[in-house]
Structure formats: C-alpha cells, structure tokens
C-alpha cells in the first residue's frame, strides 16, 4: 500500500467529473421519457423529492466512505469495518455492477452515436417523415433500422468502448479529470443553445405546464417507485461510483456541499432537457408519452420537419453521445480501480482488460435486438425498450433490468445501513462536519440514512422482484 494514490488535480475538476458519472443517458434519454409516461407535473416534484431525501444523502455517504477509506469500493469497505466481513460483499456487488451496466450501456451510447452520423449525412432530413421511425427499428431496404442491424449496432459499441478505455487508461488526473473538463462544459453551453432554441418554439409553454404544471393524472403508486429507483440512478449511486471517485478526493474537501453541488447539477440537467425535448415534441405533434423511442424516434421526425432541424439534431446527438461518454468513464473506473488497488495491477493493464471484458460482455447487447426484433413495428420495439420486468426479456432488458431493480437498491442499502450503523460515529460525524456550513445538518443525514433510505431501498427491491405488487403500473 505505499503506492502513492491518484488525487484529483482540484475540487473543481472533481465536481466535473463527479457531474459527469451523473449526467448521462439517465438524464437526457430517459428521464424524460418517463417524465412523459408518468404525465408529467407531480412525477417531476416527487422526482425533486426524492434527489433530496433519498439521492442526496447517498451520494454524501459514499463520497465519505471513498475520501475516508481513500480506497476503491471492495478495499474501502475492508478499510473502514474488518478484514473478510460480510460488508465487502457490497463492494464486489459494485464492481460486478459496472461490468453489467456498461455492457448495455454502451449499447445505447452507441445509438446515439449512430444517430450523430444519421443526422451528419442529412439521412433523418432525407426519408420522408412517416420513415424515420424505421430508423430505429424496422426500415426498408435502403435504410434498415438500427436495431435490425447487429454490425452496425457492434460498430458502434466498439467505437464508444474505445474512446471509453482511451479516456480511463490516462489516469485519474490527465484521462478523467481532463476529460470531464472539455466534455462537461461543452455538454453545458450545447445545452444551453438547445434551450434557447426550443424556448422559440411554439410548444415552449405547453412543455413548461407539462413538466411543471400540477399534473396527477398518470401518477400511480408505480410512479413513486420509478421516480425512487430513477433518482439514484441518475446520480450514479449504488455501485461505488462516487466511492470511488471520493477516494480521490483529499480530507479537507467539503462533503456536503460538494454532493449538493453535483446533484444540484445533475437535476438541473435533467429538467433542461425536458425543456429541450418536451417543446419540440409538442410543436410537431407528438405523443409526450412515446417512451424509450421519445429521443431516438419521435425527436427526429419532430427535428426532420424544424428549420434547421439536422443541426440541431446533430447538436444534440452529440450533447447525448458527450454525456454518455462521461458517465461511461466512471463506470470503467471502478472496475480498473479494483484490479489496481486490490490485485496491483498497473492502470494500463488493467484499463484494457476490463475494457475488453466490458466490450465482449456487450456483444450480446448489442446483437439482441437484431435477432429479436427482426421486423417488429415501432411499437413493440419501443415497448421492449421499454426495459421493463417482464415475460420474454431479451439479453438487453435482462440485464438493464438486473442492474437497475436489484444490484443498484441492493447496493444502496447496503452502503445506507453501512454508514448509518456499521462505521464509528465519531469517523462519521467529523468526516461530515469538515470543513461545511452545512454541519447542522448531520443528524438528519444520519436519520435519513437509518431509517428513509433504506425503507425506500427495500420498497424498490421489493416491487422489482415482485413481492410488493402496484397493480396498476401500466409498465
Ligand atoms: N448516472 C448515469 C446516468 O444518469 C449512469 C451511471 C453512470 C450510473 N455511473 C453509474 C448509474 C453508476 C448507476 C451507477 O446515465
């Protein structure tokens, strides 16, 4: 252990990169698709809610235990409670969660990529409007949908794989941290741009009553649970993302503030891009409720007929692909940090190992849909994007399924109970007060943490595997 650990090369650049594991698909793809399933309105402010309540002090427990245990998920949960314990099982469970979620995720990142390079050659302007939706799943000759098409899909995932492994194996300062320095900001003002242009469209103020009027109407018990499980997605908690990260933080930074920053970012990203999909969907038409295919199907007709629409869709594919690619590093992290903390191997070793593991692991993924889906309307392969529970689940939805409804709540209970019960209270309450205004607020973190979190956790596990039935959940 003498080895002289990574370190963030400022606060700043953590809070870029911390924000960039963040702001993902989570944010841009699917956030506000089901924003539009659940109707828009309340499910945001419970959304809101549950940042607050659930999110955030997660994201300050696993922080803490990364900067206090200065040690990635498996070593940093042996550091702070005993050699062997039953604890470290939750920080295995976190590194066998990254190999599973990147391996789809990459899938995905891979589409938008696709759809960069559709909307470059003017393709999605070229098909008249009634064909864009066979892009995505059943075209025509011509122009096959992507997800008839394995070798494109493949392509694809290894091209972001690629530039996933070239990011992480430059280290935490200079691959990373560098990184989340362009990619962040870029991610920011092409936003920004996005917005300004969809607050000029005709639909700006029905999507701000959508996303922020007082709509009940599609809320179900179902979307409580949605809203819970979304908000520790969204914030990358759960697997040891942020312990990770937080291991390369020094003592001094400031906890609290810190973790409210990057949530406070990461919503803010969220409800802009509602601002940027919601206007231009209700402008053309289109169905708010159109779920997964809301960024990869309806947008692009919407953007097909706009002024200008290819720029922007190429803008915007790019600001996904951008946001992808950050939150893909930091999944790739915590697998290269385990084989380098705990088996001492050298960054680049274990950066093109896992890679490449990641990258085989998705091949499935990225072939499913094809022999799945062959000739499939739009509808069904919307709806089995749709990544729900379910009979016939193909590789893809397995394991999205796997991920998100049992090892995330799994992991975050395992990291609540961790922190509010197993480690020293003194640890506990002086790496919290350090350094922050916010020290007051430590007793309700702890409360939170004891008693909040993990009910919720257990609620979502619970559903998911289907000892809580909400009848009436319409997914
Ligand atoms: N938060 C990212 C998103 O919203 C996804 C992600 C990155 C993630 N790292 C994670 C999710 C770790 C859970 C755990 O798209």
């Avoid at 002090?57 to 990364?66: D, S, T």
């Avoid at 909307?119 to 799943?137: I, K, N, T």
């Avoid at 896992?354 to 062959?374: E, H, K, Q, V, Y």
Wanted: neutral net charge.
């Amino acid at each position: 252990m003498s080895k002289e650990r990574a370190q963030w090369g400022s606060k700043f650049g953590f809070i870029l990169a911390a924000a960039g594991s963040a702001v993902g698909l989570g944010n841009i793809w699917k956030f506000p698709y089901i924003t539009g399933e659940n109707g828009g309105g309340w499910f945001v402010l419970i959304y809101l809610i549950c940042i607050a309540a659930v999110g955030l002090p997660i994201m300050i427990a696993e922080i803490f235990i990364g900067r206090t245990a200065r040690n990635s998920p498996v070593g940093a949960f042996r550091t702070l409670s005993t050699p062997g314990s039953p604890w470290l099982g939750v920080g295995w469970l976190g590194v066998v969660t990254a190999f599973v979620i990147l391996s789809y995720y990459s899938v995905v990142a891979g589409w938008s990529m696709h759809y960069v390079w559709l909307s470059l050659r003017g393709v999605l302007a070229q098909v008249p409007v009634d064909q864009v939706a066979g892009l995505f799943s059943s075209g025509d000759a011509a122009h096959p949908g992507l997800y008839e098409s394995p070798w494109t899909n493949l392509f694809w995932h290894l091209l972001f794989m690629a530039m996933t492994i070239g990011i992480v194996i430059g280290g935490v300062q200079h691959g990373v941290e560098r990184w989340s320095r362009i990619l962040m900001p870029a991610l920011f003002l092409i936003m920004l741009a996005l917005l300004v242009q969809a607050a000029l469209t005709p639909g700006f103020g029905q999507a701000l009553d959508f996303v922020f009027g007082p709509h009940t109407e599609k809320l179900t018990p179902a979307s409580v649970l949605e809203a819970l499980g979304h908000s520790f997605f969204t914030l990358s908690l759960g697997m040891g993302a942020m312990i990770t990260y937080g291991s390369y933080l020094t003592q001094e930074d400031d906890l609290v503030t810190t973790a409210i920053t990057v949530s406070v970012l990461d919503t803010l990203i969220a409800l802009m891009a509602c601002m940027v999909l919601f206007p231009v969907i209700f402008s053309y038409g289109m169905e708010p409720a159109a779920g997964p295919g809301l960024v990869f199907v309806s947008l692009p007709i919407a953007f097909a007929q706009m002024p200008a629409g290819m720029l922007w869709a190429t803008v915007f594919f790019v600001l996904l692909t951008f946001a992808a690619l950050t939150s893909a590093i930091s999944l790739l992290e915590v697998a290269v940090s385990y084989f380098i903390d705990e088996r001492g191997w050298a960054r680049r070793r274990a950066t093109w190992t896992c890679g490449i593991a990641i990258l085989l692991a998705g091949i499935p993924s990225a072939l499913s849909g094809g022999t799945r889906l062959f000739g499939a309307d739009v509808q069904a392969a919307t709806a089995r994007l749709g990544l729900r529970g379910g009979a016939g689940l193909n590789w893809f939805d397995t394991l999205d399924y796997l991920a998100s409804n049992w090892m995330l709540p799994l992991g975050g209970l395992g990291i609540a109970l961790f922190v509010a019960w197993r480690v020293g209270g003194r640890a506990r309450e002086e790496g919290f007060r350090a350094g922050t205004r916010y020290a007051r607020l430590y007793w309700g973190w702890v409360w939170l943490l004891r008693y909040l979190v993990p009910i919720g956790m257990s609620v979502v596990f619970l559903h998911a595997i289907g000892v809580i039935n909400f009848a009436a959940s319409g997914g």
